[in-house]
């Protein structure tokens, strides 16, 4: 599946993007009058392969959660148990996810993949053991194929759950590789299925008490940047706690040396089972040329590693936010990619991105509805 993803996965189509620059000239605006917008329509045009582009509609949230095993290490001072909670509370409609989700008529679809602690009708199972069946993504949660898959009106939970969270990457490997290939492929069956079901867009979010710390880790691992800059005060960590969590980075990029060259070693080493999902979710948005819109620094960790695996996936991402999280910008700064909204965010869930949702639906509804200087009959310079 990953193979096969990753194969269909190609360039942005140069004459629909030169199309969608031509067709800009014509409308009735002065020349680059819209900015940054022009450039985004133009980029989508060229994902879809056509212009104007198909408007991003409707849109889909996915949230993938997992609990990470270096939490033991004292990263954050939230428990463990916050995150299983948190999926209740998504599911209950109570989150900021779902106020901004209902304001943006967009489905919200909730993944465990591998949360710690059982929820509600999950059986208990073994955190050291990887059921083989999850390697199998045509055996997984039968019920993702529920027809109410993009219901704006009622959130939905698939069971995929890899392993009950990571182990301590301080002191061995994450995950192991099947174990992240297994996630990953998640995260492709997620997109396919939400795409199946007529989303135009896609937009990630996630849940995981400690997951800052790995996505700091997969940041450095692929832009080389040093821990420090690429490491943030996640939920908010006072200074000392914020040195420590510096180290523990450190300690386990010294520890695993992780090549950016196999992003599936690297995910494994010290990366988060929602991390890889999310990537995965991205090469299979990018695989159907469909655009994924980008949240803040748990989604940009996992857009390098999907870059690493095909390099052609930048062309489906679109940067939703900047996180408040400094990894976040030298994450987007090596993938080449701008945020479209700066408003100093650093929850997490989808939130950045449902509030930059209405910005990419305008950037391509201009190409759609906006006359041009003959059509309008409005005199040109």
């Not at 990887?130 to 019920?143: F, H, I, N």
């Not at 301080?170 to 590789?177: E, I």
């Not at 449902?354 to 005199?379: I, K, M, N, Q, Y």
């Amino acid at each position: 599946m990953l193979e096969t993803t990753i194969a269909a996965i190609r360039p942005a189509d140069e004459a629909a993007m030169a199309a969608a620059r031509e067709l800009h000239g014509r409308l009735t605006k002065p020349a680059g009058s819209l900015g940054a917008l022009e450039e985004l329509s133009v980029r989508l045009a060229g994902l879809a392969g056509a212009c104007p582009p198909p408007l991003p509609e409707p849109a889909a949230v996915a949230i993938f959660a997992g609990d990470h095993g270096v939490h033991a290490q004292g990263v954050s001072p939230w428990p463990q148990e916050v995150t299983g909670q948190m999926i209740g509370n998504f599911l209950a409609g109570g989150a900021v996810v779902n106020a901004f989700a209902r304001q943006a008529g967009a489905s919200v679809t909730v993944v465990d993949v591998g949360v710690a602690n059982p929820l509600p009708a999950q059986p208990a199972a073994d955190p050291a053991v990887l059921d083989p069946a999850v390697l199998d993504p045509a055996v997984l949660d039968p019920t993702v194929l529920d027809p109410a898959v993009l219901d704006p009106a009622v959130p939905r939970l698939v069971v995929a759950s890899v392993r009950r969270g990571t182990r301590d990457f301080t002191v061995t490997a994450a995950l192991t590789r099947d174990e992240a290939l297994a996630a990953v492929r998640t995260g492709i069956r997620i997109a396919n299925e939400l795409i199946d079901a007529g989303a135009g867009i896609l937009l990630t979010g996630d849940m995981g008490i400690g997951n800052t710390t790995p996505a700091a880790a997969l940041i450095a691992a692929f832009t080389g940047a040093d821990p420090l800059d690429a490491t943030g005060r996640g939920t908010g960590i006072d200074d000392p706690t914020y040195a420590h969590k510096v180290a523990v980075v450190r300690t386990a990029l010294t520890r695993h040396a992780p090549d950016p060259a196999d992003p599936l070693g690297v995910l494994a080493a010290v990366g988060g089972l929602e991390h890889a999902a999310l990537a995965g979710l991205i090469l299979g948005a990018a695989a159907r040329r469909t655009p994924v819109l980008l949240d803040g620094v748990i989604a940009v960790s996992a857009a390098l590693a999907a870059a690493a695996f095909a390099p052609d996936a930048v062309c489906a991402m679109v940067a939703g936010h900047r996180s408040a999280e400094p990894g976040a910008t030298v994450a987007l700064r090596h993938l080449g990619l701008d945020p479209l909204i700066d408003l100093g965010l650093r929850l997490g869930e989808g939130t950045g991105a449902l509030l930059a949702l209405p910005v990419v639906s305008g950037a391509v509804r201009v190409l759609h509805e906006v006359a041009t200087f003959d059509s309008a009959g409005v005199a040109e310079k």
